[in-house]
T-cell receptor, first 110, second 111 residues
Framework: DADVTQTPRNRITKTGKRIMLECSQT?????MYWYRQDPGLGLRLIYY???????NKGEISDGYSVSRQAQAKFSLSLESAIPNQTALYFC?????????FGSGTRLTVV | GEDVEQSLFLSVREGDSSVINCTYT??????LYWYKQEPGAGLQLLTY?????DMKQDQRLTVLLNKKDKHLSLRIADTQTGDSAIYFC???????????FGAGTRLAVHP
């Protein structure tokens, strides 16, 4: 099994719908992150969490919310999806040993 | 704020060396990373360098760090078609706090 698992792998949703992207990890890391990737812009940080009680906004948090349900789980929600949220989303964890990324969720908002 | 910049595109001939450059602004960066992303795939960690090092070599990969100029480069020797991908530079300020990525350099290798 992958160390960092993202579900779903691909999703198409309609404008205005609520959608949740899920991330779970078996690394035992306290720190977890959500990034989005857009062509020509690289990966940009949406939210990050240093432990279950600590949630921080990244550079592009507008339109997103997160929930850290447990050390191993960090979910990203789009309350009302819009087309410019179409992107590839990555979850990651970190410790002093480095970062581990999930395989990504490709989200299309139509 | 923190910022990481890279040129967006590099084209090289198979067998030549590729040099991908990156500049960053955060002088407190502890680690600097290079990631590779092949088409339709996730991120693969290629290598990293600690901020108190000038150079790191790993087989065909050489990383050079000029901390004074906040400049990082990745050299790929004997570039092959399988090296065609997007390469991301990333900095980690303060040690595994969060990664700040550049926009990525698309490397195209032609015969």
């Amino acid at each position: 099994d992958a160390d960092v698992t993202q579900t779903p792998r691909n999703r198409i949703t309609k404008t205005g719908k609520r959608i949740m992207l899920e991330c779970s990890q078996t690394k035992g890391h306290d720190r977890m992150y959500w990034y989005r990737q857009d062509p020509g812009l690289g990966l940009r940080l949406i939210y990050y969490s240093f432990d279950v009680k600590d949630i921080n906004k990244g550079e592009i948090s507008d339109g997103y919310s997160v929930s850290r349900q447990a050390q191993a789980k960090f979910s990203l929600s789009l309350e009302s999806a819009i087309p410019n949220q179409t992107a590839l989303y990555f979850c990651a964890t970190s410790s002093i040993d480095g970062y581990t990324f999930g395989s990504g969720t490709r989200l299309t908002v139509v | 704020g923190e910022d990481v910049e890279q040129s967006l595109f590099l084209s090289v001939r198979e067998g030549d060396s590729s040099v991908i450059n990156c500049t960053y602004t955060d002088s407190s960066s502890t680690y600097l990373y290079w990631y590779k992303q092949e088409p339709g795939a996730g991120l693969q960690l290629l290598t990293y360098i600690f901020s108190n090092m000038d150079m790191k070599q790993d087989q065909r990969l050489t990383v050079l760090l000029n901390k004074k100029d906040k400049h990082l480069s990745l050299r790929i020797a004997d570039t092959q078609t399988g090296d065609s991908a997007i390469y991301f530079c990333a900095e980690d300020s303060g040690g595994y706090n969060k990664l700040i990525f550049g926009a990525g350099t698309r490397l195209a290798v032609h015969p």
